[in-house]
């Protein structure tokens, strides 16, 4: 893939945004699609504060942020995505609703060697391919939160993706993006959710047992072993009903105890307590702005 390519971006949440975002920073034209147009607005929204804050910074200069602003746009219409050379889905981790997705993408997306994304945390590729009649040109392109500050990207093949797409998706990533590729086989959870959330659901525990306090639990992981985020803070940072449907994919993939979602994560994610987005998970946001 060596000119930049017309980037679409399903979803324009806490990822989708911040997906779109790393690839307008880039040069790429992004069209970003929501489920209504007030949330498209507000995704537009979000990304424009992103960028201004990276000027505040000093990451960008306003040209740059005013050029970056000038290649976005948005809308309510997948159809929209017409014209997309790359088409990054990025809505929430439930299987029917990402399936829904790729079939509209595979009737709408004109050009038959674009690439559809995805950055699913744990669900298998395979189910995303399988519901396009471009199996070979579906793949798994994982970026971890904050994406414009962390600079890995999983590319997941599945077992019907082509050699040719693979390749042109890791070198989009590294040669377009500057970002470093993992590449891993198509199973729940990848390489690093398949690390990172028995960790994180193991912390759980350890506060529902009453071991400790969430609280001591971070300061243990972040001054005790200089993690950037204690386990509860960064639990509450993913979304606690994104933890959950990881853990929940990851538990149907492999049926061991250690991938189980604790009862605690469940009711919280019942209660609605799932972190930073709804002001309240482990810890409290209320105060944030
Ligand atoms: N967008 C853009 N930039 C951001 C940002 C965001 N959302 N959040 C933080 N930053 C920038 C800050 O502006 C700052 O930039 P600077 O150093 O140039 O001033 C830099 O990142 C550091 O931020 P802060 O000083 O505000 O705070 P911290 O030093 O505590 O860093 C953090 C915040 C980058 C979130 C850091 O704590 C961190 O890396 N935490 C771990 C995050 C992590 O593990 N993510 C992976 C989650 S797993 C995942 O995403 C997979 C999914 O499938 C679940």
Known sequence: MSALPKVGVVGGGQM??????????????????????ACALDAEARIRRSLDRAV??????????????????????????????????????D??????????????????SAILASNTSSIPIMRLAIATDRAEHVLGMH???????????????????????????????????????????????????ALLVPYLLSAIRMVESGTATAHDVDTGMRVGCAHPMGPLELADLIGLDTVRAIAESLY????????????????????RLLGRKTGRGFHDYSGDS
Request: proline fraction near 7%; aromatic fraction near 4%; include cysteine.
């Open 16 to 37: 989708g945004s911040g997906i779109a975002e790393v690839f307008l920073r880039a040069g790429c034209p992004v069209h970003v699609v929501e489920h209504d147009p």
């Open 143 to 193: 970026f971890f939160n904050p994406a414009p500050v962390l600079d890995l990207v999983e590319i997941v093949p599945s077992l019907l993706t082509s050699t040719a797409a693979r390749d042109r998706a890791e070198s989009l990533v590294t040669d377009v993006l500057g970002k470093q590729v993992v590449r891993a086989t198509d199973r729940a959870g990848f390489v690093v959710n």
């Open 56 to 93: 505040g910074r000093r990451k960008i200069d306003e040209p740059t942020r005013d050029a970056a602003v000038a290649r976005l746009t948005s809308s309510a219409d997948l159809g929209d995505l017409a014209d997309r050379g790359l088409v990054v889905e990025a809505v929430v981790e």
């Open 252 to 271: 149907s993939e492999f049926a061991e105890p250690q991938y189980a979602p604790p009862p605690l994560l469940s009711r919280m994610t019942d209660a």
């Open 95 to 112: 299987e029917a609703a990402k399936t829904e997705i790729f079939a509209t993408l595979d009737k709408v997306v004109e050009d038959p």
